[in-house]
């Protein structure tokens, strides 16, 4: 019970204090302005009256006009108050008007006799006058000015904070559509294994379930380290070797230095996946996926390559990048980076298929991709 109360007080206290430095710094703040407002038209008036032939003394002077000054500083916290009940809108103008118009008229001759009252008749020959109904208008000018900018600087947050969210649903779907569709095709490989090879098939399903608890483990990062997608990717392939044996030959060519370098989660798999369904399945020979790392003008390359066939459907398709793999690493690239990315398919050699994809080169999180960028800065 004691530690409890211990912990309340201490709550207590370091809340008070967060009021109270907050409260000092606007006090504060508001000193300030006014004081340089009261300097700049004090030194002004000082010069319009040694002009004029007196000469009062330039300290004397500001001392008049920081008396002045400040009695308009306290009587903007009311206006500043009033603004905030009654502001400006498109709807109520005539209302608005009047009531400040009013306010304003009123306040005139109240201000007037707080000033002799403060400053002393004697002051009010030597102020240089701004029109007291012009200084109200201003200072409610600069409440609205300040609140439309708030205004402005909340809906872009909001509107910043939507698309975020938005953007990251439009992920979340495009993996979720992914993983079944690499979950299905596995186990269609698998049921082909169980006709003709027991432990081939049992190999699979246990390099499956490890591959898919990986999987799991890292579904929330929109980007990992390069070397962790190549470890997905090596335990993918070693399950696709199992069914396609010494026909697949795998190469990874990723220099250490570039391992670090962090990328979007599950990008390569689809990628990998259709290099060996297009450039080896179809063959009875051996076929070889590469897949290389890159540092490029700044961008990170990666390049997927295969020897397959010159017949392969991929080129044929007058829109190519259209099934489930492709089009999802489009749209991740496209909401995740923007026109900070390329992708591209090289379809003009007679044979084998190329997919290259560029994307910024950063090790850390210090990077914010396009669709996790905060407006606020």
Same mark, same amino acid.
């Given at each position: 019970?004691?530690?409890? +109360?211990?912990?309340? +007080?201490?709550?207590?206290?370091?809340? &008070?204090?967060?009021?109270?430095?907050?409260?000092?710094?606007?006090?504060?703040?508001?000193?300030?302005?006014?004081?340089?407002?009261?300097?700049?038209?004090?030194? *002004? !008036?000082?010069?319009?009256?040694?002009?004029?032939?007196?000469?009062?003394?330039?300290?004397?002077?500001?001392?008049?006009?920081?008396?002045?000054?400040?009695?308009?500083?306290?009587?903007?916290?009311?206006?500043?108050?009033?603004?905030?009940?009654?502001?400006?809108?498109?709807?109520?103008?005539?209302?608005?008007?009047?009531?400040?118009?009013?306010?304003?008229?009123?306040?005139?001759?109240? &201000?007037?006799?707080?000033?002799?009252?403060?400053?002393?008749? @004697?002051?009010?020959?030597?102020?240089?006058?701004?029109?007291?109904?012009?200084?109200?208008?201003?200072?409610?000018?600069?409440?609205?000015?300040?609140?439309?900018?708030?205004?402005?600087?909340?809906?872009?947050?909001?509107?910043?904070?939507?698309?975020?969210?938005?953007?990251?649903?439009?992920?979340?779907?495009?993996?979720?559509?992914?993983?079944?569709?690499?979950?299905?095709?596995?186990?269609?490989?698998?049921?082909?294994?169980?006709?003709?090879?027991?432990?081939?098939?049992?190999?699979?399903?246990?390099?499956?379930?490890?591959?898919?608890?990986?999987?799991?483990?890292?579904?929330?990062?929109?980007?990992?380290?390069?070397?962790?997608?190549?470890?997905?990717?090596?335990?993918?392939?070693?399950?696709?070797?199992?069914?396609?044996?010494?026909?697949?030959?795998?190469?990874?060519?990723?220099?250490?230095?570039? +391992?670090?370098?962090?990328?979007?989660?599950?990008?390569?798999?689809?990628?990998?996946?259709?290099?060996?369904?297009?450039?080896?399945?179809?063959?009875?020979?051996?076929?070889?996926? *590469?897949? +290389?790392?890159?540092?490029?003008?700044?961008?990170?390359?990666?390049?997927? !390559?295969?020897?397959?066939?010159?017949?392969?459907?991929?080129?044929?398709?007058?829109?190519?990048?259209?099934?489930?793999?492709?089009?999802?690493?489009?749209?991740?690239?496209?909401?995740?980076?923007?026109?900070?990315?390329?992708?591209?398919? @090289?379809?003009?050699?007679?044979?084998?298929?190329?997919?290259?994809? @560029?994307?910024?080169?950063?090790?850390?999180?210090?990077?914010?991709?396009?669709?996790?960028?905060?407006?606020?800065?």
């Amino acid at each position: 019970m004691r530690l409890t +109360r211990r912990l309340r +007080r201490h709550e207590m206290n370091t809340k &008070y204090k967060s009021l109270f430095r907050e409260f000092l710094q606007k006090w504060l703040l508001w000193l300030g302005i006014w004081t340089l407002i009261a300097l700049c038209f004090g030194h *002004q !008036s000082y010069i319009h009256l040694k002009k004029a032939g007196t000469d009062p003394g330039w300290w004397k002077v500001i001392h008049w006009s920081l008396e002045d000054w400040y009695v308009w500083g306290l009587f903007s916290i009311g206006i500043f108050e009033l603004a905030r009940r009654f502001p400006l809108q498109r709807d109520r103008w005539p209302g608005f008007v009047a009531l400040h118009g009013l306010t304003s008229v009123a306040l005139a001759p109240v &201000y007037q006799a707080v000033r002799s009252t403060v400053c002393g008749m @004697d002051v009010i020959a030597w102020r240089q006058p701004l029109p007291d109904l012009l200084v109200y208008w201003i200072i409610l000018t600069v409440w609205h000015a300040n609140h439309w900018r708030k205004t402005a600087y909340d809906r872009e947050m909001r509107a910043s904070e939507l698309e975020r969210r938005m953007i990251e649903a439009q992920l979340l779907a495009l993996r979720m559509q992914l993983n079944p569709h690499f979950l299905f095709n596995t186990l269609n490989a698998i049921a082909t294994l169980l006709r003709r090879d027991l432990n081939a098939a049992e190999r699979m399903l246990v390099r499956l379930s490890e591959l898919l608890r990986k999987a799991l483990d890292t579904s929330d990062d929109a980007e990992v380290p390069l070397e962790q997608e190549l470890d997905f990717i090596n335990r993918y392939v070693e399950i696709e070797q199992l069914r396609f044996g010494d026909r697949l030959e795998f190469v990874c060519d990723a220099p250490p230095e570039l +391992r670090d370098a962090r990328i979007p989660n599950l990008i390569l798999q689809p990628l990998v996946e259709n290099a060996i369904k297009h450039g080896v399945e179809p063959r009875a020979r051996k076929g070889r996926v *590469q897949l +290389r790392a890159e540092r490029h003008n700044g961008s990170l390359r990666l390049v997927i !390559s295969d020897d397959g066939s010159g017949n392969d459907p991929r080129k044929r398709d007058p829109k190519p990048g259209t099934g489930i793999g492709l089009a999802n690493t489009r749209a991740r690239l496209e909401s995740l980076y923007g026109d900070q990315h390329r992708f591209q398919l @090289d379809d003009q050699s007679s044979s084998g298929f190329t997919v290259s994809l @560029d994307i910024p080169f950063h090790t850390d999180d210090s990077f914010a991709p396009e669709s996790l960028k905060a407006h606020a800065n």
